[in-house]
């Protein structure tokens, strides 16, 4: 017997992104590319400015899930597209929104999550999809 609803709505979760983290993140995950860090490269190579890592956004968006679920070893499989970058300004923050819905409930007590990730009001990621079990 499953333990999710179709149509369950997960309790949105909103995420403050400052530059701080974002260096901490390169520190953790060895990704030391300057458009996440320097803004004079990041404007050298067309962005706006320094932007957030595209898996940092996407674990952003699986702490919604493993938060709801209580217990990360519950999250079977995630996926992601990387839509629109998030923008990191120098002084402050770029806030993340996070909200997700049970979308199906499997016969085998798996369930499919639909998650959406925006920033400014446009969604970031693309297809995220996260795949539970009870």
Same mark, same amino acid.
């Given at each position: 017997?499953?333990?999710?609803?179709?149509?369950?709505?997960?309790?949105?979760?909103?995420?403050?992104?400052?530059?701080?983290?974002?260096?901490?993140?390169?520190?953790a995950s060895l990704d030391f590319n300057p458009i996440h860090w320097n803004e004079a490269f990041a404007k050298e190579v067309g962005?706006?400015?320094?932007?957030?890592?595209?898996?940092?956004?996407?674990?952003?968006?699986?702490?919604? /899930?493993?938060?709801?679920?209580?217990?990360?070893?519950?999250? /079977?499989?995630?996926?992601?597209?990387?839509?629109?970058? /998030?923008?990191?300004p120098n002084d402050g923050a770029a806030t993340i929104e996070f909200t997700g819905k049970v979308a199906v409930v499997n016969d085998d007590g798996t369930a499919r999550v639909d998650i959406t990730a925006k920033f400014e009001g446009k969604a970031v990621l693309g297809k995220a999809q996260a795949v539970v079990r009870g």
């Open positions: 017997m499953s333990t999710f609803t179709a149509g369950e709505e997960l309790a949105p979760l909103t995420v403050e992104v400052t530059r701080e983290q974002l260096v901490r993140y390169a520190g962005l706006p400015d320094v932007i957030a890592h595209g898996m940092f956004t996407m674990a952003l968006g699986s702490r919604l /899930v493993t938060d709801w679920l209580g217990d990360p070893g519950r999250l /079977v499989d995630y996926f992601a597209r990387f839509t629109r970058p /998030v923008v990191v």
